[in-house]
Protein backbone atom coordinates (compact mmCIF):
# COMPACT_ATOMS: atom_id res chain seq x y z
CA UNK A 1 0.00 0.00 0.00
CA UNK A 2 1.00 3.46 -1.07
CA UNK A 3 0.51 4.98 2.58
CA UNK A 4 0.82 4.58 6.28
CA UNK A 5 0.01 1.40 7.57
CA UNK A 6 0.02 -0.72 10.64
CA UNK A 7 0.74 -4.82 10.69
CA UNK A 8 -1.06 -6.24 13.42
CA UNK A 9 0.31 -10.09 14.48
CA UNK A 10 -2.56 -12.30 15.18
CA UNK A 11 -2.34 -14.57 18.47
CA UNK A 12 -5.87 -15.57 18.28
CA UNK A 13 -7.41 -12.84 20.13
CA UNK A 14 -11.29 -12.81 19.42
CA UNK A 15 -11.03 -8.96 19.50
CA UNK A 16 -8.06 -8.97 16.77
CA UNK A 17 -9.97 -7.24 13.94
CA UNK A 18 -11.44 -4.79 15.76
CA UNK A 19 -7.76 -3.78 16.56
CA UNK A 20 -7.77 -3.28 12.29
CA UNK A 21 -11.51 -1.92 12.52
CA UNK A 22 -10.40 0.38 15.45
CA UNK A 23 -7.43 1.86 13.32
CA UNK A 24 -8.94 2.23 9.95
CA UNK A 25 -11.23 4.49 11.27
CA UNK A 26 -8.56 6.99 12.03
CA UNK A 27 -7.52 6.74 8.46
CA UNK A 28 -4.85 4.75 9.04
CA UNK A 29 -4.21 1.86 6.50
CA UNK A 30 -3.90 -1.90 8.59
CA UNK A 31 -3.27 -5.03 8.11
CA UNK A 32 -3.52 -8.80 9.94
CA UNK A 33 -1.32 -11.26 9.55
CA UNK A 34 -0.78 -14.79 11.10
CA UNK A 35 1.40 -14.48 14.38
CA UNK A 36 3.76 -16.93 12.24
CA UNK A 37 4.29 -14.06 9.59
CA UNK A 38 8.13 -14.35 8.65
CA UNK A 39 10.04 -10.86 8.96
CA UNK A 40 10.20 -10.08 4.93
CA UNK A 41 6.33 -10.59 4.85
CA UNK A 42 6.39 -8.07 7.92
CA UNK A 43 8.67 -5.66 6.47
CA UNK A 44 7.29 -5.63 2.49
CA UNK A 45 4.27 -3.89 4.21
CA UNK A 46 6.35 -1.12 4.92
CA UNK A 47 4.92 -0.59 8.39
CA UNK A 48 4.82 2.50 10.74
CA UNK A 49 4.31 0.20 13.12
CA UNK A 50 3.55 -2.87 14.66
CA UNK A 51 1.03 -4.43 17.03
CA UNK A 52 0.74 -8.11 19.02
CA UNK A 53 -2.68 -8.70 19.59
CA UNK A 54 -4.12 -10.64 22.26
CA UNK A 55 -4.84 -14.79 22.24
CA UNK A 56 -6.44 -17.03 24.70
CA UNK A 57 -2.72 -19.00 25.65
CA UNK A 58 -0.45 -18.40 27.76
CA UNK A 59 3.28 -17.90 26.81
CA UNK A 60 4.77 -20.62 29.03
CA UNK A 61 2.93 -23.06 27.37
CA UNK A 62 4.81 -25.78 24.58
CA UNK A 63 2.12 -25.06 22.13
CA UNK A 64 2.11 -21.42 22.81
CA UNK A 65 1.22 -19.23 19.08
CA UNK A 66 5.04 -19.34 17.51
CA UNK A 67 6.61 -15.64 16.58
CA UNK A 68 9.90 -14.59 15.66
CA UNK A 69 10.98 -12.32 18.44
CA UNK A 70 13.20 -10.26 16.29
CA UNK A 71 10.17 -8.57 15.17
CA UNK A 72 10.93 -6.55 18.52
CA UNK A 73 14.24 -5.29 17.02
CA UNK A 74 13.20 -4.15 13.78
CA UNK A 75 13.43 -0.50 14.88
CA UNK A 76 9.61 -0.31 14.48
CA UNK A 77 6.93 1.14 17.64
CA UNK A 78 5.48 -1.83 19.03
CA UNK A 79 2.05 -2.12 20.78
CA UNK A 80 1.50 -5.11 22.84
CA UNK A 81 -1.98 -5.83 23.55
CA UNK A 82 -2.79 -8.11 26.29
CA UNK A 83 -1.10 -11.83 25.56
CA UNK A 84 1.15 -9.16 23.18
CA UNK A 85 2.41 -7.62 26.58
CA UNK A 86 3.27 -10.79 28.12
CA UNK A 87 4.99 -12.02 24.36
CA UNK A 88 7.13 -8.97 24.86
CA UNK A 89 7.83 -9.89 28.84
CA UNK A 90 8.41 -13.13 28.22
CA UNK A 91 10.91 -12.84 25.33
CA UNK A 92 12.51 -9.80 26.43
CA UNK A 93 13.78 -11.15 29.64
CA UNK A 94 11.25 -10.71 32.10
CA UNK A 95 8.57 -13.43 33.89
CA UNK A 96 4.97 -14.53 33.48
CA UNK A 97 3.22 -16.33 35.68
CA UNK A 98 -0.54 -17.54 36.39
CA UNK A 99 -2.13 -14.88 37.79
CA UNK A 100 -3.59 -15.50 41.57
CA UNK A 101 -6.52 -13.00 40.49
CA UNK A 102 -7.69 -13.69 37.08
CA UNK A 103 -9.24 -10.69 35.46
CA UNK A 104 -12.03 -10.68 32.83
CA UNK A 105 -14.48 -8.12 32.18
CA UNK A 106 -14.71 -4.42 33.60
CA UNK A 107 -11.58 -3.11 35.62
CA UNK A 108 -10.00 -0.14 37.06
CA UNK A 109 -6.41 0.79 35.82
CA UNK A 110 -3.92 3.66 37.16
CA UNK A 111 -1.59 5.34 35.34
CA UNK A 112 1.52 5.29 36.98
CA UNK A 113 3.27 7.24 34.57
CA UNK A 114 1.18 9.88 32.49
CA UNK A 115 4.27 11.28 31.00
CA UNK A 116 4.54 8.14 28.37
CA UNK A 117 3.11 9.92 24.77
CA UNK A 118 0.81 6.65 24.98
CA UNK A 119 -1.51 7.66 27.85
CA UNK A 120 -1.52 11.49 26.22
CA UNK A 121 -4.95 13.83 27.33
CA UNK A 122 -6.23 10.38 29.48
CA UNK A 123 -7.25 10.34 33.11
CA UNK A 124 -5.39 9.14 35.83
CA UNK A 125 -7.84 6.25 36.15
CA UNK A 126 -9.32 4.56 33.26
CA UNK A 127 -12.34 1.77 33.22
CA UNK A 128 -11.07 -0.84 30.47
CA UNK A 129 -11.81 -4.54 29.56
CA UNK A 130 -9.28 -7.04 30.97
CA UNK A 131 -9.51 -10.96 29.42
CA UNK A 132 -6.25 -12.79 30.99
CA UNK A 133 -5.14 -14.99 33.48
CA UNK A 134 -1.84 -14.73 33.56
CA UNK A 135 -0.16 -11.43 34.91
CA UNK A 136 3.68 -10.06 34.17
CA UNK A 137 5.92 -11.10 37.80
CA UNK A 138 9.06 -9.22 36.51
CA UNK A 139 9.48 -6.89 33.73
CA UNK A 140 12.44 -7.07 31.53
CA UNK A 141 15.32 -4.80 31.57
CA UNK A 142 15.13 -1.59 30.24
CA UNK A 143 11.09 -1.31 30.95
CA UNK A 144 9.52 0.19 33.77
CA UNK A 145 5.70 -0.10 35.07
CA UNK A 146 3.14 2.63 33.48
CA UNK A 147 -0.09 1.41 34.58
CA UNK A 148 -1.15 -1.28 37.14
CA UNK A 149 -4.93 -2.24 38.71
CA UNK A 150 -5.56 -3.46 42.40
CA UNK A 151 -4.55 -6.99 41.12
CA UNK A 152 -1.84 -6.84 38.78
CA UNK A 153 0.40 -4.82 35.93
CA UNK A 154 -1.45 -3.19 33.40
CA UNK A 155 0.91 -1.59 31.70
CA UNK A 156 4.77 -1.17 30.80
CA UNK A 157 6.64 0.72 28.35
CA UNK A 158 10.55 1.12 26.86
CA UNK A 159 10.61 4.36 25.73
CA UNK A 160 14.41 4.11 24.14
CA UNK A 161 13.11 0.74 22.69
CA UNK A 162 10.17 2.38 21.18
CA UNK A 163 8.10 -0.63 22.84
CA UNK A 164 4.81 -0.03 24.73
CA UNK A 165 2.14 -2.81 26.33
CA UNK A 166 -1.20 -2.75 27.87
CA UNK A 167 -2.67 -5.42 29.57
CA UNK A 168 -6.19 -4.37 28.63
CA UNK A 169 -7.69 -4.45 25.40
CA UNK A 170 -8.27 -0.44 24.16
CA UNK A 171 -9.62 -1.56 20.94
CA UNK A 172 -13.25 -3.00 21.91
CA UNK A 173 -16.22 -0.61 23.54
CA UNK A 174 -15.61 -1.73 26.89
CA UNK A 175 -12.66 0.61 27.03
CA UNK A 176 -14.23 3.73 26.60
CA UNK A 177 -11.25 6.03 25.84
CA UNK A 178 -8.95 3.12 24.30
CA UNK A 179 -9.85 4.38 20.27
CA UNK A 180 -7.32 7.35 21.83
CA UNK A 181 -4.87 5.41 23.49
CA UNK A 182 -4.91 3.78 19.79
CA UNK A 183 -4.89 7.50 18.28
CA UNK A 184 -1.88 8.01 20.29
CA UNK A 185 0.23 4.73 19.24
CA UNK A 186 -0.70 5.73 15.39
CA UNK A 187 0.47 9.37 15.36
CA UNK A 188 1.67 10.10 18.26
CA UNK A 189 4.25 7.25 18.42
CA UNK A 190 3.79 5.70 15.01
CA UNK A 191 3.65 9.31 13.03
CA UNK A 192 1.32 8.08 11.11
CA UNK A 193 -1.00 10.18 8.91
CA UNK A 194 -4.53 9.53 8.13
CA UNK A 195 -4.22 9.70 4.47
CA UNK A 196 -6.22 6.05 3.99
CA UNK A 197 -9.77 7.20 2.54
CA UNK A 198 -11.96 6.29 -0.12
CA UNK A 199 -10.53 8.33 -2.96
CA UNK A 200 -6.97 7.34 -2.13
CA UNK A 201 -7.63 4.31 -2.03
CA UNK A 202 -9.09 4.54 -5.74
CA UNK A 203 -6.23 6.17 -7.03
CA UNK A 204 -3.42 4.03 -5.65
CA UNK A 205 -5.50 1.08 -6.77
CA UNK A 206 -5.95 2.08 -10.11
CA UNK A 207 -2.18 2.75 -11.13
CA UNK A 208 -1.42 -0.44 -9.63
CA UNK A 209 -4.14 -2.24 -11.43
CA UNK A 210 -2.94 -0.13 -14.74
CA UNK A 211 0.66 -1.15 -14.03
CA UNK A 212 -0.28 -4.68 -13.68
CA UNK A 213 -2.00 -4.97 -16.45
CA UNK A 214 -0.50 -3.10 -18.61
CA UNK A 215 -1.70 -3.94 -22.47
CA UNK A 216 -3.34 -7.19 -20.87
CA UNK A 217 -7.24 -8.23 -20.88
CA UNK A 218 -9.17 -9.06 -17.91
CA UNK A 219 -12.28 -11.21 -17.33
CA UNK A 220 -13.58 -10.17 -13.91
CA UNK A 221 -16.48 -12.97 -11.86
CA UNK A 222 -19.36 -11.01 -11.10
CA UNK A 223 -22.36 -12.12 -8.90
CA UNK A 224 -24.32 -8.45 -9.38
CA UNK A 225 -23.59 -7.81 -5.71
CA UNK A 226 -21.81 -5.04 -3.91
CA UNK A 227 -18.34 -6.44 -4.09
CA UNK A 228 -18.20 -7.51 -7.25
CA UNK A 229 -20.02 -4.86 -9.06
CA UNK A 230 -17.16 -1.94 -6.76
CA UNK A 231 -14.64 -4.43 -8.33
CA UNK A 232 -15.52 -4.71 -11.59
CA UNK A 233 -16.09 -0.66 -12.12
CA UNK A 234 -11.99 -0.27 -10.25
CA UNK A 235 -10.90 -2.31 -12.71
CA UNK A 236 -12.83 -0.84 -15.97
CA UNK A 237 -11.36 2.50 -14.71
CA UNK A 238 -8.03 1.59 -14.96
CA UNK A 239 -8.33 -0.72 -18.12
CA UNK A 240 -11.49 -0.01 -19.91
CA UNK A 241 -12.36 -2.24 -23.15
CA UNK A 242 -9.28 -4.26 -21.69
CA UNK A 243 -12.49 -5.92 -19.25
CA UNK A 244 -15.08 -8.45 -19.76
CA UNK A 245 -17.17 -9.29 -17.12
CA UNK A 246 -18.68 -12.45 -16.87
CA UNK A 247 -21.79 -13.45 -15.16
CA UNK A 248 -22.56 -17.17 -14.73
CA UNK A 249 -26.16 -18.64 -13.82
CA UNK A 250 -25.29 -21.44 -11.23
CA UNK A 251 -28.59 -22.77 -10.72
CA UNK A 252 -28.69 -21.36 -7.36
CA UNK A 253 -29.11 -17.38 -7.69
CA UNK A 254 -33.05 -15.69 -6.25
CA UNK A 255 -35.84 -15.58 -7.85
CA UNK A 256 -35.03 -13.77 -11.75
CA UNK A 257 -31.60 -13.12 -10.56
CA UNK A 258 -29.97 -14.04 -14.05
CA UNK A 259 -32.19 -11.10 -15.60
CA UNK A 260 -32.18 -8.19 -13.09
CA UNK A 261 -28.20 -8.66 -13.04
CA UNK A 262 -27.83 -8.20 -16.10
CA UNK A 263 -29.81 -5.30 -16.49
CA UNK A 264 -28.08 -3.76 -13.56
CA UNK A 265 -25.03 -4.33 -14.97
CA UNK A 266 -25.23 -3.53 -18.66
CA UNK A 267 -27.46 -0.47 -17.88
CA UNK A 268 -26.34 1.21 -14.93
CA UNK A 269 -22.85 0.07 -14.70
CA UNK A 270 -22.37 0.15 -18.66
CA UNK A 271 -19.89 -2.86 -18.22
CA UNK A 272 -18.97 -5.00 -21.32
CA UNK A 273 -21.36 -8.04 -19.78
CA UNK A 274 -21.53 -12.10 -20.73
CA UNK A 275 -24.04 -14.06 -19.48
CA UNK A 276 -23.38 -17.41 -19.06
CA UNK A 277 -26.15 -20.27 -18.14
CA UNK A 278 -24.51 -22.61 -16.38
CA UNK A 279 -27.15 -23.98 -14.37
CA UNK A 280 -27.44 -27.32 -15.37
CA UNK A 281 -23.91 -28.15 -15.13
CA UNK A 282 -23.92 -26.79 -11.80
CA UNK A 283 -26.68 -28.82 -10.62
CA UNK A 284 -25.81 -32.31 -12.03
CA UNK A 285 -22.38 -31.65 -9.63
CA UNK A 286 -24.72 -31.15 -6.71
CA UNK A 287 -26.91 -33.96 -6.90
CA UNK A 288 -26.69 -36.14 -4.55
CA UNK A 289 -24.42 -34.02 -2.25
CA UNK A 290 -25.46 -33.10 1.20
CA UNK A 291 -21.84 -31.81 3.03
CA UNK A 292 -21.85 -27.98 3.29
CA UNK A 293 -18.35 -28.33 2.58
CA UNK A 294 -18.21 -30.35 -0.30
CA UNK A 295 -21.26 -27.90 -1.74
CA UNK A 296 -18.93 -25.18 -1.56
CA UNK A 297 -16.11 -26.80 -3.07
CA UNK A 298 -18.06 -28.38 -6.04
CA UNK A 299 -19.10 -24.59 -6.12
CA UNK A 300 -16.18 -23.47 -6.49
CA UNK A 301 -14.40 -25.62 -8.56
CA UNK A 302 -17.09 -25.31 -11.12
CA UNK A 303 -16.66 -21.19 -11.30
CA UNK A 304 -13.52 -21.83 -12.22
CA UNK A 305 -13.87 -24.11 -15.01
CA UNK A 306 -16.89 -22.01 -16.63
CA UNK A 307 -14.42 -19.34 -15.91
CA UNK A 308 -11.40 -21.05 -17.59
CA UNK A 309 -14.10 -21.87 -20.31
CA UNK A 310 -14.93 -18.43 -21.34
CA UNK A 311 -11.21 -17.27 -20.79
CA UNK A 312 -10.28 -19.28 -23.82
CA UNK A 313 -13.11 -17.74 -25.47
CA UNK A 314 -12.61 -14.34 -24.73
CA UNK A 315 -8.93 -14.85 -25.33
CA UNK A 316 -9.95 -15.51 -29.10
CA UNK A 317 -11.62 -12.51 -29.44
CA UNK A 318 -8.93 -10.40 -27.77
CA UNK A 319 -5.93 -12.05 -28.25
CA UNK A 320 -5.44 -13.27 -24.89
CA UNK A 321 -6.75 -13.22 -21.56
CA UNK A 322 -4.48 -12.86 -18.29
CA UNK A 323 -6.20 -11.94 -15.58
CA UNK A 324 -9.10 -12.94 -13.28
CA UNK A 325 -10.91 -10.24 -11.37
CA UNK A 326 -12.65 -11.62 -8.17
CA UNK A 327 -14.40 -9.21 -5.43
CA UNK A 328 -12.77 -11.41 -2.46
CA UNK A 329 -13.14 -9.24 0.91
CA UNK A 330 -11.12 -9.37 3.94
CA UNK A 331 -13.47 -11.51 5.96
CA UNK A 332 -13.24 -13.98 3.26
CA UNK A 333 -9.75 -13.98 3.58
CA UNK A 334 -9.29 -14.17 7.24
CA UNK A 335 -12.08 -17.42 7.76
CA UNK A 336 -10.84 -19.17 4.97
CA UNK A 337 -7.00 -18.86 5.58
CA UNK A 338 -7.12 -18.94 9.28
CA UNK A 339 -5.09 -15.69 9.45
CA UNK A 340 -5.91 -16.11 13.55
CA UNK A 341 -2.51 -17.82 13.92
CA UNK A 342 -3.96 -21.05 15.79
CA UNK A 343 -7.45 -20.67 15.11
CA UNK A 344 -9.91 -23.25 12.88
CA UNK A 345 -10.73 -22.59 9.36
CA UNK A 346 -14.62 -21.75 9.97
CA UNK A 347 -15.37 -22.30 6.21
CA UNK A 348 -13.80 -22.28 2.66
CA UNK A 349 -14.78 -19.56 0.34
CA UNK A 350 -15.11 -19.81 -3.49
CA UNK A 351 -13.42 -17.09 -4.34
CA UNK A 352 -10.55 -17.48 -1.78
CA UNK A 353 -7.02 -18.98 -1.89
CA UNK A 354 -5.95 -19.15 -5.42
CA UNK A 355 -6.19 -20.86 -8.67
CA UNK A 356 -5.41 -24.21 -10.06
CA UNK A 357 -1.88 -24.26 -11.77
CA UNK A 358 -3.86 -25.60 -14.78
CA UNK A 359 -5.38 -22.79 -14.73
CA UNK A 360 -3.54 -19.72 -16.42
CA UNK A 361 -5.53 -16.42 -15.05
CA UNK A 362 -3.50 -14.23 -12.95
CA UNK A 363 -5.95 -12.75 -9.78
CA UNK A 364 -6.80 -9.19 -9.36
CA UNK A 365 -8.53 -8.86 -5.98
CA UNK A 366 -8.59 -5.10 -5.71
CA UNK A 367 -11.16 -5.52 -2.44
CA UNK A 368 -8.82 -8.26 -0.74
CA UNK A 369 -7.82 -5.93 1.92
CA UNK A 370 -11.95 -4.19 2.87
CA UNK A 371 -14.60 -4.76 5.00
CA UNK A 372 -17.77 -4.35 3.40
CA UNK A 373 -18.50 -1.05 5.29
CA UNK A 374 -15.68 -0.04 3.56
CA UNK A 375 -16.30 -1.38 -0.28
CA UNK A 376 -19.67 0.75 -0.20
CA UNK A 377 -18.36 3.89 0.89
CA UNK A 378 -15.34 3.02 -2.07
CA UNK A 379 -18.58 2.69 -4.60
CA UNK A 380 -20.14 5.87 -2.95
CA UNK A 381 -16.81 7.66 -4.39
CA UNK A 382 -17.21 5.84 -7.57
CA UNK A 383 -20.51 7.48 -8.05
CA UNK A 384 -22.34 3.70 -8.31
CA UNK A 385 -26.07 3.72 -7.86
CA UNK A 386 -26.97 3.05 -4.02
CA UNK A 387 -29.55 0.47 -4.93
CA UNK A 388 -26.63 -1.48 -6.15
CA UNK A 389 -24.44 -0.37 -3.15
CA UNK A 390 -27.08 -1.27 -0.72
CA UNK A 391 -27.82 -4.82 -1.77
CA UNK A 392 -27.49 -6.90 0.88
CA UNK A 393 -24.47 -9.73 0.50
CA UNK A 394 -25.60 -12.64 -0.82
CA UNK A 395 -23.33 -15.84 -0.65
CA UNK A 396 -21.17 -16.90 -3.35
CA UNK A 397 -22.68 -20.95 -3.25
CA UNK A 398 -25.85 -18.98 -3.63
CA UNK A 399 -28.80 -20.69 -2.29
CA UNK A 400 -26.92 -23.91 -2.27
CA UNK A 401 -25.92 -22.52 1.40
CA UNK A 402 -29.66 -21.91 2.35
CA UNK A 403 -30.91 -25.70 1.23
CA UNK A 404 -29.83 -28.12 3.83
CA UNK A 405 -29.45 -31.30 2.43
CA UNK A 406 -29.63 -32.39 -1.24
CA UNK A 407 -29.47 -29.65 -3.74
CA UNK A 408 -32.63 -30.02 -6.59
CA UNK A 409 -34.06 -28.38 -9.02
CA UNK A 410 -37.33 -28.42 -7.35
CA UNK A 411 -35.96 -27.47 -3.87
CA UNK A 412 -34.44 -24.63 -5.26
CA UNK A 413 -37.23 -23.47 -6.86
CA UNK A 414 -39.08 -23.78 -3.51
CA UNK A 415 -36.57 -21.66 -1.86
CA UNK A 416 -36.39 -19.24 -4.66
CA UNK A 417 -40.32 -18.85 -4.31
CA UNK A 418 -39.70 -18.27 -0.52
CA UNK A 419 -36.80 -15.65 -0.15
CA UNK A 420 -38.37 -13.99 -2.21
CA UNK A 421 -41.40 -13.38 -0.21
CA UNK A 422 -38.94 -12.46 2.45
CA UNK A 423 -36.89 -10.22 0.35
CA UNK A 424 -40.29 -8.40 -0.52
CA UNK A 425 -41.88 -8.08 2.84
CA UNK A 426 -39.11 -6.59 4.33
CA UNK A 427 -38.24 -4.32 1.94
CA UNK A 428 -42.32 -3.32 2.20
CA UNK A 429 -41.82 -2.93 5.72
CA UNK A 430 -39.21 -0.31 5.05
CA UNK A 431 -36.49 -2.44 6.86
CA UNK A 432 -34.00 -3.39 3.63
CA UNK A 433 -31.25 -1.08 4.06
CA UNK A 434 -31.32 -1.36 8.07
CA UNK A 435 -30.43 -5.12 7.94
CA UNK A 436 -27.30 -6.92 7.11
CA UNK A 437 -29.04 -9.65 5.54
CA UNK A 438 -32.57 -11.36 5.72
CA UNK A 439 -33.48 -14.44 3.68
CA UNK A 440 -35.08 -17.76 3.94
CA UNK A 441 -33.40 -21.26 4.20
CA UNK A 442 -35.01 -24.32 3.33
CA UNK A 443 -35.03 -27.45 6.10
CA UNK A 444 -34.62 -30.86 5.15
CA UNK A 445 -37.40 -30.84 8.07
CA UNK A 446 -41.00 -32.06 7.19
CA UNK A 447 -43.63 -32.05 9.44
CA UNK A 448 -47.40 -32.60 9.58
CA UNK A 449 -49.86 -29.49 8.60
CA UNK A 450 -53.56 -28.80 8.32
CA UNK A 451 -54.74 -26.63 5.17
CA UNK A 452 -58.02 -26.34 4.30
CA UNK A 453 -59.27 -29.75 6.16
CA UNK A 454 -56.81 -31.77 4.61
CA UNK A 455 -53.73 -32.94 6.02
CA UNK A 456 -49.80 -31.90 4.58
CA UNK A 457 -47.01 -33.27 5.09
CA UNK A 458 -44.44 -30.66 3.97
CA UNK A 459 -41.19 -28.86 4.38
CA UNK A 460 -40.05 -26.17 6.78
CA UNK A 461 -38.50 -22.77 6.09
CA UNK A 462 -36.65 -20.69 8.43
CA UNK A 463 -36.24 -16.84 8.37
CA UNK A 464 -32.28 -15.19 9.05
CA UNK A 465 -32.25 -11.76 9.51
CA UNK A 466 -29.03 -10.27 11.15
CA UNK A 467 -27.90 -6.87 12.48
CA UNK A 468 -23.81 -6.68 11.64
CA UNK A 469 -21.00 -4.09 10.85
CA UNK A 470 -18.79 -6.30 8.58
CA UNK A 471 -19.55 -9.79 8.29
CA UNK A 472 -17.24 -10.81 11.24
CA UNK A 473 -19.62 -11.03 14.25
CA UNK A 474 -23.59 -10.50 14.22
CA UNK A 475 -27.00 -10.21 16.27
CA UNK A 476 -30.48 -11.34 15.12
CA UNK A 477 -32.99 -8.61 14.47
CA UNK A 478 -35.91 -8.50 16.14
CA UNK A 479 -38.36 -8.04 13.01
CA UNK A 480 -41.44 -7.14 14.02
CA UNK A 481 -44.51 -9.28 15.09
CA UNK A 482 -46.91 -7.97 12.36
CA UNK A 483 -43.78 -8.32 9.33
CA UNK A 484 -43.32 -12.18 10.55
CA UNK A 485 -46.76 -12.72 10.65
CA UNK A 486 -46.98 -11.71 6.96
CA UNK A 487 -44.17 -13.60 5.84
CA UNK A 488 -45.13 -16.62 7.08
CA UNK A 489 -48.80 -16.12 5.85
CA UNK A 490 -47.43 -15.05 2.37
CA UNK A 491 -44.92 -18.52 2.38
CA UNK A 492 -47.38 -21.08 3.68
CA UNK A 493 -50.05 -20.20 1.30
CA UNK A 494 -48.54 -19.31 -1.74
CA UNK A 495 -45.18 -21.68 -1.68
CA UNK A 496 -46.99 -25.35 -1.95
CA UNK A 497 -44.48 -27.73 -0.40
CA UNK A 498 -43.52 -25.62 2.05
CA UNK A 499 -46.34 -25.63 5.78
CA UNK A 500 -43.99 -24.58 8.26
CA UNK A 501 -42.12 -21.43 9.33
CA UNK A 502 -39.78 -20.76 11.99
CA UNK A 503 -37.40 -18.04 13.28
CA UNK A 504 -33.55 -17.93 13.92
CA UNK A 505 -32.76 -16.11 16.69
CA UNK A 506 -28.76 -17.38 16.55
CA UNK A 507 -26.42 -14.79 16.59
CA UNK A 508 -22.59 -14.87 15.32
CA UNK A 509 -21.26 -16.38 17.31
CA UNK A 510 -21.80 -18.72 18.45
CA UNK A 511 -23.62 -19.63 14.88
CA UNK A 512 -22.28 -18.22 11.12
CA UNK A 513 -24.87 -15.69 9.37
CA UNK A 514 -25.22 -18.39 6.63
CA UNK A 515 -26.96 -21.95 7.74
CA UNK A 516 -23.84 -23.75 5.64
Wanted: aromatic content about 6%; proline content about 6%; charged content about 20%.
Amino acid sequence: MDTSSIVILDFGSQYTQLIARRIREQNVFSVVLPCTAKLTEIESYKPLGIILSGGPSSVYDADAPKADPAMLNLGKPVLGICYGLQFITHHLGGKIRSASKREYGHAEVSIVDPSIPLFAGLPATLQVWMSHGDEALDLPPGFHLTAKTSNAVAGIANPECNIWAVQFHPEVHHTPRGTELLRNFLFNICKAKPDWTPEHFIQSTVAAIREKVGDGHAICALSGGVDSSVAAVLVHRAIGDHLTCVFVDNGVLRKNEFFKVQENLREKLGLNLVAVDASGRFLSRLAGVTDPETKRKIIGNEFISVFDDEAHRIAQQTGGVDWLVQGTLYPDVIESSSVKGPSQTIKSHHNVGGLPDTMKLKLIEPLRDLFKDEVRRIGRDLQMPEDILQRQPFPGPGLAVRILGEITPERVALLQEADDIVVTEIKAAGLYQQIWQSFAVLLPVKSVGVMGDQRTYAYTCAIRAVHSEDGMTADWVPLPYDVLKKISSRIVNEVRGINRVVYDITSKPPGTIEWE
